[in-house]
């Protein structure tokens, strides 16, 4: 019952603005859990919360039951990972580099001294160049490795962003928006690629999906979490939140004030 990533009752404020506001929510292993709501609805504030952005001012996070205190550079040591906003890769080193980069962890020696050529090291540079390579093929995306990101177009940058979290073997991955200036059809082929994640063979993981991009989310989520000015408004497997007044009222009154 206790499995996996759980929020209980956080509250976030900035200064007199309530961000979040009693928010409870559960991320078990094997599911698919998103997160939606209309805009400033606090759910890059949460994902801000998960990985240690942001420090609620109430409320408290456990992982497996216990309690968990996020730090940015401390997740992947917990089994999270996370894709940023926009792609974040690293312009000066190749995709293969990249997704490497995402794993050092895993290395004994670290990636940093087999990048600077240091001795006792070239072992662990093999192994985590295969590694790397296995992430990469597996989100078919291979035959880039030896490309530079910024000659690649976006939604394969976006791949590749995804297998550096990916290479770092997490069991629970964070997506911020991965949606986010990709087409109709990248975002099927996005959609069909979260849905695997937590039941593939090798590496599975949780998902929690930060979008707002409706269809994205009802397509691949198991369970949602529907936030609207900081508060929980429904909850439940997509067809329940789909028929919940609660929600259809959220975003049309969202859709009501753009208008305006
Ligand atoms: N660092 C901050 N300082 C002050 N206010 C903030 C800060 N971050 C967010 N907010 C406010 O908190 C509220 C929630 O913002 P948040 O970015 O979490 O919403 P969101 O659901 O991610 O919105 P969007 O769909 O536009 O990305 C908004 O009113 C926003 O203006
Ligand atoms: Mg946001």
């Known amino acids: 019952m206790d499995d996996g990533l759980a929020l209980h009752q956080v509250g976030v404020r900035f200064g007199g603005l309530t961000a979040l506001d009693d928010v409870s929510l559960r991320v078990p292993p094997g599911r698919v859990v998103g ?13 801000n919360v998960i990985c240690g952005f942001v420090r609620p001012q109430t409320g408290s996070l ?9 730090r940015p550079h401390r997740l992947t040591r917990l ?33 940093l001294p087999a990048l600077l050529g240091l001795p006792g090291s070239d ?7 295969r590694h790397a390579l296995d992430v990469l093929d597996g989100l078919g995306i291979a035959g880039h490795a030896a490309a530079a990101p910024g000659t690649l177009p976006f939604a394969v940058r976006q791949r ?40 593939r063979a090798v590496d599975p993981c949780a998902v929690l ?27 439940g497997t997509p067809d329940q939140v789909r028929d919940d007044p609660a929600v259809t009222d959220a975003y049309l009154g969202a859709a009501v004030e753009e208008s305006r």
């Open 35 to 47: 997160v939606i709501g209309p805009n400033g609805a606090g759910k890059t504030t949460l994902f």
């Open 79 to 111: 089994g999270i990972a996370r894709t940023l906003q926009g792609t974040g890769l690293f312009a000066g080193l190749t995709v293969l580099e990249n997704v490497m980069a995402g794993a050092t962890h895993t290395a004994r020696a670290g990636f």
């Open 209 to 235: 999906l930060v979008e707002h991009h409706m269809d994205l989310v009802m397509d691949v989520c198991d369970e949602l979490v529907v936030l609207d000015f900081g508060k929980v408004i429904a909850a």
């Open 123 to 129: 072992r662990d540079e093999a192994r985590l160049r």
């Open 62 to 70: 456990t992982l497996d039951g216990r309690e968990l205190r996020p």
């Open 160 to 199: 590749v962003a995804l297998a550096r979290a990916l290479a770092a073997r997490p069991r629970l991955l964070l997506l911020d928006e991965p949606a986010g200036g990709l087409g109709a059809e990248d975002i099927t082929a996005l959609a069909e690629l979260i849905r695997q994640l937590p039941r």
